[in-house]
């Protein structure tokens, strides 16, 4: 390869896309950063971010200044790059399966710029797909429009990506593993590169196989993931039923065996985010199809779902009755650090409050444009988080946040119109609530039962 090929383009520039993008460019990589939204791209000219992550804008705004991350929507420009990334979104599509849409016309532009280019590029899938997409949808749809043949003029490899939002720019610098999937060695081997040339000998480990392997990995570790998480809620929902139990000491005392690991145990609303619904879905969906109903997945997403039907349930136990109660609800973003509404749970929280009776009032430091224009007039937004328990009968804790964390108890007994707290991620601690009434997820009853 010439040395031009430190030049890098990606193919979509949402989270996934725009994290790798800045990161790359962190480490004197140029990108080619190439979205078809316009409005996103003129902003992303100016060195604005048009997501929130942490880190993002200042290293953006530093590769914007030194030449170093240049975002177009004329995908021509991609044929001076060695490597070209596709980060375009994959979402869900009614039974399930993921909406390929995306990805063909992404794929399809990209090799009609490529018809008349004669150097080598590598393609690379960073986009989560089920297993098979890179080799039948992707392989032959670049062949057609590119007149090229993978393998020979071509390269091609399925690399998921694992970055968790919120931490994105520390997971795009420190992956715990790259996980390579291709056909042909040449394409492994100009991938590896690039890696090594980002990472150089902090490299974490690297696993190459076919690309339907590296498809699968990206599903696997997403649904044992989602697995532990409503493994833990489903204890969670027994220590509740269980006088002097708290749902936290038993994470801490089995999170210790480093069979089951701390991590991902944390007892909550649920999981929600743009990937672990949409990946269980499709992995159910891909299962099915193979004539093999994974029982376990089914488990693991109706848990979920019934677990934002447990937060409101602790509300109304609270409360009597939720009907025409003002219901504060504390963070919408479906973790902490982010922005990002997709599949969180506070939105499934606030349509059974609203389903109950409940007048909602909604508050997050960076979630509320993202809520507004998903929910509109139908809730009411406060400007601050003291605006948003004024005057209110129940507060729901549904995001961890630095400034939601801060409340103390005399704060929701001054403000609130009487007040009773819903803990559903266990941010409080419970002793120091007891002026007030507190109830959490995962928190049994503090007198011990009779039986
Ligand atoms: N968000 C995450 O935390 C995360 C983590 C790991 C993997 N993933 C996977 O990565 C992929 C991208 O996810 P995301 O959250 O970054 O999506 P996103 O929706 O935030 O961004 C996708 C971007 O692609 C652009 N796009 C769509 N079609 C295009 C085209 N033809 N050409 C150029 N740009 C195009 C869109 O305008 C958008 O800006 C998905 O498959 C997702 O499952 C996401």
């Known amino acids: 390869m010439k040395s031009r090929k430190t030049v890098v383009s990606i193919i979509g520039l949402g989270y996934v896309g725009l994290c790798t993008a800045v990161t790359f460019a962190s480490r004197g990589i140029k990108i080619i950063g190439i979205d078809v939204d316009r409005k996103r791209v003129e902003q992303l000219q100016k060195g604005e971010a048009p997501i929130y992550e942490p880190k993002l804008d200042g290293m953006l705004k530093i590769a914007v200044k030194k030449g170093l991350f240049q ?26 399966s993921i909406d390929l849409t995306f990805i063909k016309n992404a794929t ?40 090229k043949k993978i393998g020979k003029e071509l390269g091609l490899c399925a690399n998921p990506e694992f970055l968790r939002e919120g931490t994105a720019i520390e997971d795009a610098l420190n992956p715990d593993k790259i996980v390579i999937g291709s056909n042909d060695k040449k394409s492994t081997e100009e991938l590896t590169k690039l890696y090594r040339r980002f990472y150089g000998s902090r490299r974490s480990s690297l696993f190459t196989m076919s690309p339907e392997a590296a498809e699968l990995v990206k599903y696997a570790s997403n649904a044992f993931l989602a697995t532990k998480v409503s493994f833990i809620n489903t204890i969670a929902n027994i220590a509740e039923r269980t006088s002097g139990v708290d749902v936290g000491v038993i994470a801490d005392a089995i999170g210790s065996d480093p069979r089951i690991g701390k991590l991902f145990l944390k007892a ?32 693991t997403e109706e848990i979920n779902e019934n677990q934002a039907m447990r937060v409101v349930d602790i509300a109304e136990e609270l409360l009597g009755s939720l009907l025409e109660k003002r219901v504060s609800v504390l963070g919408l973003a479906f973790k902490r650090d982010t922005d990002d509404i997709r599949e969180a749970p506070s939105l499934r929280v606030i349509e059974k409050l609203k389903q109950r009776g409940a007048q909602v009032v909604a ?46 108890a005399k ?31 995962g928190l049994g009853p503090l007198v011990p039962d009779c039986e």
């Open 71 to 96: 975002a177009s929507d004329d995908i021509s420009l991609v044929s001076s790059s060695g490597v070209i990334f596709l980060t375009v979104g994959t979402p869900s599509q009614g039974d399930g």
């Open 363 to 408: 508050y997050d430091p960076m979630a509320m444009p993202n809520t507004k224009a998903k929910l509109g007039d139908s809730i009411d937004y406060a400007r601050n988080i003291l605006g948003a328990i004024e005057g209110t009968d129940c507060a729901v804790i549904m995001t961890e946040w630095d400034a939601i964390r801060k409340l103390k």
């Open 108 to 147: 399809d532009s990209l090799g009609k710029s490529l018809r008349q280019d004669d150097d080598y590029h590598v393609v690379v899938v960073k986009s989560t797909v089920v297993p098979g997409t890179t080799n039948n949808v992707v392989r032959p749809s670049l062949e057609d429009s590119s007149r």
């Open 411 to 441: 704060d929701f007994k001054e403000y609130m119109r009487s007040p009773n707290v819903v803990d559903a991620r266990k941010v409080y601690d419970p002793k120091a609530f007891r002026q007030i009434r507190y109830a959490a997820v």
């Open 268 to 299: 909550g609303p649920g999981y929600g985010g743009s990937c672990f619904h949409k990946d269980l879905q499709a992995l159910i969906n891909y299962s099915q199809r193979r004539g093999y109903d994974p029982l376990l997945l089914h488990a």
